[in-house]
């Protein structure tokens, strides 16, 4: 099978041929079914789980597409690559391979990055019961954000507000303010919700089953959007100074950036996947990595993520300004070419095998 055909066009094509593959390795498989939403045509919504290895084994390898559902065309063809080129041919004595595919179906269908509620899963992980975390920029910037109106004029003074606040805190300081995370306005962008969402509650359920027995996890994350086109930009969350970054650092090399020494293309976000699994998991020793996949220029991707949010809220689905951004949607989270998508899989294999290789203690 050529590179290429590990991509897919669609969520549902996507989730055929992962469950094709997965099949083929003799895979077992499970299926998490979203009873809340279906998909553009009408099709069941599902997060499929593939696991491959001993049930006792001690090291666990699990990775994840789709944690931003518009993200997932890139990690559903890591995925499925990594099943057609033999990984389950490779796996180290005592290790598991855990594939969790499309955790954000809705997302996935929907070339959205949000889940059905509207919600950012990668902001979700947060204690909802106690103080949540603030963003005092985004909510002074909401309306510049996510204006009502898409069109020339109000987008034209939205862009001017959102300079002159990088013109007087810095570029950085926008980021942060526009996709660290917020809590306050649900209609929103990198909303992280009011309580868990479906999606965030069925990864630690496949965890939960999965990881029990566990000593030692490492975990992927696919992602899409920040840094330069093609490159695969591994990003890790852990604390400045703790055992896990010096393990992933050992794992993975100097090349690692870190939100936390500030060194990443990524803004610090709050409710991560990767720091609430940590959290959450604190006797295993848990290694965890973002791919971050360069696609397009920062602004073009922050505006596609902020046009799906006006048309989700505001305009018309059927409409052909809608047909429009979708494609724009996805192009910037999936851009096409061959070229791109064989990037995509050089560093999904290269990091998958330096991941199994620290698991074993290498």
């Excluded at 391979?97 to 979700?124: C, K, M, Q, S």
């Excluded at 809608?322 to 998508?341: I, N, Q, S, V, Y």
């Amino acid at each position: 099978m050529a590179t290429r055909d590990y991509f897919s066009t669609d969520y549902r094509e996507a989730r055929g041929k992962f469950r094709d593959a997965a099949a083929r390795t003799g895979a077992a498989l499970a299926t998490f079914v979203n009873p809340k939403v279906k998909g553009p045509k009408g099709e069941e919504l599902a997060t499929d789980v593939a696991r491959l290895g001993p049930r006792d084994a001690s090291r666990l390898l699990v990775t994840v597409s789709a944690t931003h559902g518009a993200e997932g065309f890139c990690g559903s063809g890591a995925q499925i690559g990594s099943f057609e080129a033999g990984l389950h041919r490779e796996l180290p004595a005592d290790t598991a391979l855990v594939v969790v595919h499309a955790i954000n179906p809705y997302g996935f269908a929907w070339i959205r990055r949000v889940t059905e509620d509207n919600v950012d899963l990668n902001r979700n992980y947060v204690n909802h019961a106690g103080a949540l975390p603030t963003n005092p920029g985004y909510d002074e910037l909401a309306d510049a954000i996510c204006p009502a109106e898409w069109e020339d004029a109000p987008l034209a003074r939205a862009r001017t507000r959102l300079e002159a606040y990088a013109k007087q805190h810095g570029p950085a300081a926008l980021q942060f303010a526009v996709t660290a995370g917020q809590f306050t306005h649900a209609d929103g962008v990198f909303f992280g919700g009011a309580a868990p969402t479906w999606s965030r509650e069925t990864m630690l359920k496949i965890l939960a089953e999965h990881a029990a027995g566990a000593r030692r996890l490492a975990l992927i994350d696919f992602h899409t959007g920040l840094g330069p086109w093609g490159y695969g930009e591994p990003i890790v969350t852990h604390g400045n100074g703790s055992p896990a970054l010096a393990r992933a650092r050992q794992w993975y090399g100097d090349r690692i950036t870190s939100t936390s020494l500030g060194n990443s293309t990524s803004a610090d976000v709050r409710g991560d996947m990767l720091t609430g699994v940590e959290h959450r998991y604190g006797g295993v020793e848990v290694t965890g990595l973002a791919v971050e996949y360069g696609t397009l220029p920062l602004n073009q991707v922050m505006d596609a993520v902020r046009a799906d949010n006006w048309l989700h809220h505001r305009g018309d689905l059927k409409s052909p300004l809608a047909k429009e951004l979708k494609a724009d949607m996805k192009e910037r989270f999936f851009p096409a070419g061959d070229k791109w998508r064989e990037m995509v899989w050089a560093r999904a294999d290269q990091t998958i095998g330096w991941a199994l290789k620290g698991l074993a203690g290498g």
